[in-house]
């Protein structure tokens, strides 16, 4: 069985950076689909970036600049390096994984993580 687990959040000022890891395992192909996925407070959950299995990555308009989806095919690890935060970028951070080793915008994730916590002050 597939699991993610986040780490990396915490509360820091606008400005700073924050670097979210997301740890898979249950799974030997790392040929897949993987993603970041935001919920601010009392709002739908949205697509932040993606990475396919070579390594194409997309961005939400909001983090274009600023975020860097990245992996880690050798430890099964996705990192999210957020840098330029704004108060804006507050909110539960999702790790989830596509069984496809093609990305579709945002759409199709199979498995998903706990979430952990964003806090951006200004």
């Known amino acids: 069985q597939v699991q993610l687990v986040e780490s990396g959040g915490g509360s820091v000022q606008a400005g700073g950076s924050l670097r979210l890891s997301c740890a898979a395992s249950?799974?030997?192909?790392?040929?897949?689909?993987m993603g970041w996925f935001r919920q601010a407070p009392g709002k739908e959950r949205e697509g932040v970036a993606t990475?396919?299995?070579?390594?194409?990555?997309n961005y939400a308009d909001s983090v274009k600049g600023r975020f860097t989806i990245s992996k880690d095919n050798a430890d099964n690890i996705l990192y999210l390096q957020m840098n330029s935060l704004k108060p804006e970028d507050t909110g539960m951070y999702y790790c989830a994984a596509r069984f496809s080793n093609l990305c579709v915008a945002f759409a199709g994730m199979g498995v998903w993580g706990k979430g952990t916590l964003v806090t951006i002050s200004s």
């Open positions: 249950g799974y030997a192909d790392s040929s897949y689909c």
């Open positions: 990475i396919d299995s070579v390594g194409t990555t």
